[in-house]
């Protein structure tokens, strides 16, 4: 095996981790117990309840929000209807905050350890799978922020991660609004059943790419 594309490929898991960190870090640091409480002051406001729905799911990427919860409450407290357009609203724009965050930040720290050729051949990896990659990943806590943090490190353009995630934001917040209608039990198993099936569509969708590029290891 080439000792420099093992060098590069330890340090593109580094950044990979690095962006995992970045995302976990003000849940560490803070805590989440913030966002439920600051609902609940405005609970009786709908107009307040919903700007502040979706301005937390806005900065998801960057702060400690539970999106989740955050979707829940709002569908509960204000209606289904309401969740799901503030719910798919407040996700949107928080893949532009994640989008930004990735290209105006870690897009600029990348290129000083990763070389040209590599950062080339991840984007291009990435945008070869873009749409499966962020859909599958939008359920999935800190990975839905990770995902596309990386695309817009990489160089992916804005456009092609907003459409992207477009339809998958909208399906999460259909979910989970749809979710917060029923009981507790309800919600956390379709917050599991969600889980599992972005990651059993990711898996078999992954497997025909896998084996390619293991044949052309082999080779």
Not at 159 to 188: E, G, H, K, Q
Request: glycine content about 4%; some cysteine; overall charge positive.
């Amino acid at each position: 095996m080439n000792p420099t594309r093992t060098a590069t490929r330890v340090k593109v898991s580094c950044l990979f981790i690095a962006v995992v960190a970045l995302v976990c870090l003000p849940f560490v640091v803070f805590g989440q117990e913030f966002a439920i409480p600051w609902l609940k002051s405005y609970e009786q406001q709908t107009s307040a309840l919903i700007l502040i729905a979706v301005a937390l799911l806005a900065a998801d990427s960057v702060a400690p929000v539970p999106s989740t919860l955050v979707i829940m409450f709002l569908a509960a407290k204000a209606g289904i209807v309401v969740g799901i357009v503030g719910s798919a609203l407040g996700l949107t724009l928080g893949v532009f905050t994640a989008a930004w965050f990735g290209r105006a930040a870690v897009g600029r720290l990348a290129p000083k350890f990763i070389p040209d050729a590599e950062l080339t051949r991840l984007r291009e990896n990435l945008q070869t799978r873009l749409p499966l990659t962020l859909a599958c990943w939008r359920a999935v806590p800190v990975m839905a922020e990770t995902s596309v943090i990386q695309a817009a490190a990489a160089g992916v353009p804005m456009r092609r991660i907003f459409a992207a995630t477009l339809l998958p934001n909208f399906l999460v917040a259909v979910i989970y609004s749809v979710a917060a209608d029923d009981s507790l039990t309800t919600a956390c198993v379709t917050f599991v059943a969600t889980l599992v099936a972005s990651a059993a569509v990711w898996w078999f969708a992954a497997r025909p790419a896998n084996a390619e590029r293991g044949t052309r290891s082999a080779e």
